[in-house]
């Protein structure tokens, strides 16, 4: 089992920045991607940013050049960055992480405000 604790999300103007962190803990071990998650009001859920153990990592469109996710595997902990910030980013964030099966975190609501 994998337990994950969000934190970072906030209000904060248009243009503005936040840093999301995901903490596992428990069976970190097996632990081979790690990725944020987003889910506006009245949509589906939609993959913000991924990264493997690896290193290599993945972006939805909306937000490269923008956002920038790492990960501290001394720590077990994903983070994502959040630059330039637009309203239509506003959503609640889920950690998501991937061993043999997959868990979810319980959200941190990002709100942007124009």
């Known amino acids: 089992q994998v337990q994950l604790v969000e934190s970072g999300g906030d209000l904060v103007q248009a243009g503005g920045s936040l840093r999301l962190s995901c903490a596992a803990s428990g069976n970190t071990a097996g632990i081979i991607y790690m990725a944020w998650y987003r889910q506006a009001p009245g949509k589906q859920r939609e993959l913000v940013a991924a990264?493997?153990?690896?290193?290599?990592?993945n972006y939805a469109d909306s937000v490269k050049g923008r956002f920038t996710i790492s990960r501290d595997n001394a720590k077990s902990t994903v983070y994502l960055q959040m630059n330039s910030l637009k309203p239509e980013d506003t959503a609640v964030y889920y950690c998501q992480v991937t061993t043999y099966r997959v868990y979810w975190g319980q959200g941190t609501q990002v709100t942007i405000s124009s």
């Open positions: 990264i493997t153990s690896g290193g290599p990592t």
